[in-house]
């Protein structure tokens, strides 16, 4: 695979939102980590030429396409990043890996289940590195816990407790984008939101063995958006689980973009036999931190700015208590894969988290239909 | 009846954690409230002679009695207050209710729905007045949460998120006390502290419809009080549920004592079309309140100190940001339950609420056991 | 002298918001501590009669007064509690200690240094025991505070940084109050409630060596209560000041009844070579704890919750997590007062501690009028 | 002046901990902000050659300079921005107006009060745009404050209340690096922290009309970095100052490096008539604010997330709840000087700002020196 000069070229495909987020992080990953192969921005991909053509040059890419196709046959570029709204993935992300090339795909990683799991098969198959961007592993303050966690200094797990939380489509006249239809987005709160803290759960606690859930849509009918009339919205406003772990713990989950007040909070709070963690995206450079064997007379949470040097990713950037932001999980995200491209080993969550990620949310979805506790497929990846 | 020379003489079953905050609110409530009737602490009941003497002494009340048969009966005793553990409560309440008296029980009503149904409808039939002891109603901030949803000012509940966590017996070696045995405390965590948040929700949101439940026993053997040898724990140490509300509105429920770090924090957040609000007991003279209509540039929850004087109970005690303790809660419901007994009408929580408390964490358990959604009864009280 | 049949004798002059709070730490004090000598209220006093009888009745006092002349003489009170406004302890005060009785005085012991100077003279001749009401001492996290930094767990003492806020005066119509006037407060803020932080200070950091100040009154003009025109104001609305203390911390200190939203922000931070301890009266139960020998990654200030078993006076009152409220304070200062009559030795803070305390506000108003820093006098007592 | 084919030539003079911020903004701020004109990255400049290099290709600079005279008569070097230490800030920002050069500078402007004064005089004559980097002013949150005061919304103010306290320097094995030397620094921790909340106190509340200062070196020795012995600090560890400013407020002042756990706690609290304002930079994203005009029953202090797409700066970045960082406040400051050289005016804090910050500083010191109260010097710019 040519390397271009010794560097990874990379072909993204779509340029909204998520495509922001990743151009930063490219742009932006060199100038302050030492990673094994620096990447060089080739080509963005999107259906409009002209947007493309400004999208390219806002975002910093060397140059355009217009069909994804022809994106994943460049020979000057070795890793293909797919940040699409999730009914695109599978055919974008099954082209790229026919073409031979190393895959980043957004969160969640499929709109179905069968679409996920053929899609962790190919990249299985395909044996190059692959990878899926659930961005909010690489806080540091999440990095910290599953340090505190993987050292057994929050002893046996007992609980996990998630809520994520936003507000912004409270307003009936709020229309009906393409994040509320069922065949574009898959599912609503649960599979944007609700796929990030079922992933932080796999990654801090461990696998789930059995899922109770429920899903509900507060605003059934929305406006249009071409102001033709309204619509029906086809997905959940907001979905609750709960959940048995593998190991033992119990836990409850919950999404929802009705939670007034709450912009962005993505908190989780987990409960060991030695101690407890709890974090919230909106203070997401911060962890507490509780140990019960700590002196009697001062146990408490600690509130730990996780920005010292000896923090996981943070030395690379500022001094002690000068925060990082949202963007900086992608950063951490572009770091990691591109240093797993070159030991050509696919860093965490790949393909097949993504998988036992999605195999979650449709446990959930079918719990929610059956009224019964149903466990996630573990169909043989 | 015999009103005490104007005053409402009290009876007390139990004389321990309980019975000391029952005292300390007869003592004090007229030291800070205009009561309709003021109590005489008549006497206290307990089956050891000596240990209720003391009881009576330090706690204050006017003699003891051996035998709750025979203080149900005193001429001077208007308002039977039983404090004792749940399995004694249903034949203490209703020799009380025999004889006549008012009666105040704490929580959890009872330890079965069996039970809970039936001292419900001998209250009804008494005609005396009756209440339940579920003391958080009567926090400030939680009166002016009740307010607040009351109101409108919050709009249509969309959510309601409740955990109640403790950590008290994480230790393997902490010995099988009373309320860790089924037949004595019901249930554990569920019955001890979920009935807390589950009456808050009956209180703030209304009625439940349906649940989805689970309980887990963590430790499953522990040292027996005697030192004679271990034993095995036959209640929850954690439960966990599902709930829809009548009114639409969707919850989740948490209760668990092995939550290292959180002493007692019993914690709900509601979430409304037009605000939201947020509880923590560990801070319970505070209440956070976000409203959808402040102007856009300076929304946000605000940290309300609910001790003004306009504030429910607040103006009875001190200066603005004067704090409460816990201790108050019981004044707040002695305080009510007195006016009630003048009036002749029983204050919320009265027996029936608390048999709807039991019911659901009837449903609880049934949920938990059969691992399917259950509807709480509602059996024709 | 007698002693009320074992018990000690209290006579209280003054009946309002202190009389309100000392009452009911007489009241409560023995129901949940253990004291050497129980007290009996015997006597309240105030002017009015008519006022002080229903105060009697209302706060549980035996009998009534209406001249502090005939209270401190009569033979069934032992300790004379004097919480009338400042202007007019002096002689109640003098005539106690003439009459050979035990002083508890409220805070500021006296409104000119003058007067505490003779009333410390006075009391240390009397040799009963003597005490003034810094009742925020008392706090049991505050407690918690001098216990980390007599064990030198929080090393050599560098910062002190305190701020005592209110807003009870800032609308310009509220109108001219005793606290208002200086022949009667003595000082506006700064004595109030600056005396408070001055305390503190001194309990847990030690001397002052100087000061430089300043004060400012906002409102210069305000109604009179009784509606016939307005009058000055002549004390502070707000006072600040710098502190160098003996043993070589720098501290800051500000008083305000001017800030918008603090009710009762009784807030300190102490910064250590070895840790640091931070406060403040609204979450009163809590203290902040830093250790910079916390291993490194989860170095952070914990939360703890000041209401275990071992934690100073908590273990008299509810479990873990169950919060005391503002007049638990008052409750541990009566009861050390108790304890102390019984050994005869006179506990913190003694007439001399508030003879020190009134020197160092005596300094800072020195130091504002002359612009300059001044050491608080140190008046051979 | 040769405008880099319409772009901006900046040459950058140092390269270290704020060169790195600097380079940052560069980089990034027309991604996310649309600029009159862009930045072209001309050259970066230091004295060690290989050093310069390596930091040119690390921080994305086209060339690289060893002399700061030849960097300033470059054709394609429209603005001097210099972030070398302070003691060097005077003679190079003299050569780059004399260049007639924009010239943007770090904080503090200058190491003395005659320098800062010079350069001042010498930028005004220029005629060039100039600017201080005071960054924290373009904190949205900052911003947001200044809105509501400039708005009226917290009424007249009354009070400003600041800390900015660190912990880097605790340890007495910490070298004597050239912060810590009075020649190289000017000042310890009141030049280097204390400056900020200058700034935000001109910015925030106005002009200070005189001061009352003390400062302490709590650690007098220090291991030389060279490790040849030790050495003597010769600037303050810790400063604090009382100050009245010209509209009537006072305020508190305290910056330093020996505040145990306060890892970069730039905080500060204004109380106005009608409402207030905290902010605290490590948590950067949020505003405290509080409105004396709120509904009784629910007022307190609101957190706003500075995060909408309605407040300063944060609608250029990503949606509402997704946390900006340290190093944006350096993109929104080098967003603003470029539009305001496009424009031909000095975008604040000006040198002028920079002088005025400086005087305070110098008439803190020589406060502390003289014990008086000394008003900041107005020198006729």
């Known amino acids: ?200 759960a796999h990654f801090l606690v461990g696998p789930i063995a059995e899922v109770s859930g429920m899903t509900e849509t507060f605003v059934k009918e929305r406006p249009l958006e071409d102001g033709t009339g309204t619509g029906e919205v086809t997905v959940d406003d907001a979905a609750a689980f709960l959940a048995r772990f593998e190991g033992g713990a119990i836990g409850t989950f919950e999404a929802s973009r009705f939670a007034a007040g709450r912009r962005n909070r993505n908190s989780f709070e987990i409960n060991g036999s030695r101690g407890s963690v709890a974090f919230d995206l909106e203070r997401m450079n911060e962890l507490e931190v509780y140990f019960a064997d700590d002196p009697e007379d001062v146990q408490g949470f600690r509130t730990v700015n996780v920005t010292e040097p000896g923090h996981p990713y943070a030395g690379a950037w500022w001094p002690p208590g000068h925060i990082l932001g949202y963007e900086h999980t992608f950063v951490h995200t572009i770091k990691d894969l591109l240093d797993g491209i070159k030991t050509g080993r696919s860093p965490a969550p790949t393909f097949e988290d993504g998988y036992r990620c999605q195999a979650v949310l449709d446990a959930v979805e079918r719990s929610a239909a059956s009224r019964e506790w149903v466990a996630p497929e573990n169909g043989g990846i």
């Open 1 to 200: 695979m040519q390397q271009n000069n010794g560097r990874i070229g990379v072909g993204m495909v779509g340029y909204s939102f998520m495509g922001r987020a990743h151009s930063n992080a490219y742009r932006q990953v060199t100038r302050f980590f030492d990673v094994a192969s620096a990447p060089r921005m080739a080509a963005v991909c999107g259906r409009d030429e002209g947007a493309t053509a400004r999208a390219a040059d806002a975002l910093g890419w060397d140059s355009h396409e217009t069909d994804y196709r022809r994106l994943v046959e460049r020979d000057d570029v070795d890793l293909v990043d797919v940040v699409t709204p999730g009914y695109t993935h599978r055919e974008i992300v099954l082209a790229a890996l026919d073409a031979g090339k190393h895959v980043l795909c957004e969160k969640p990683l499929a709109n179905t289940l069968e679409e996920a799991r053929e899609m962790a098969a190919a990249a299985g198959d395909a044996g190059t590195v692959n990878m899926v961007c659930f961005n909010y592993r690489r806080a540091p303050a999440v990095q910290l816990a599953k340090t505190l966690v993987d050292e057994g200094r929050l002893g046996e797990i007992r609980h996990w407790r998630a809520a994520y939380l936003q507000d912004f489509i409270m307003d009936p006249s709020f229309p009906l984008i393409w994040r509320l239809q069922r065949e574009k987005a898959g599912s609503g709160a649960l599979g944007d939101i609700g796929a990030h803290i079922v992933d932080l």
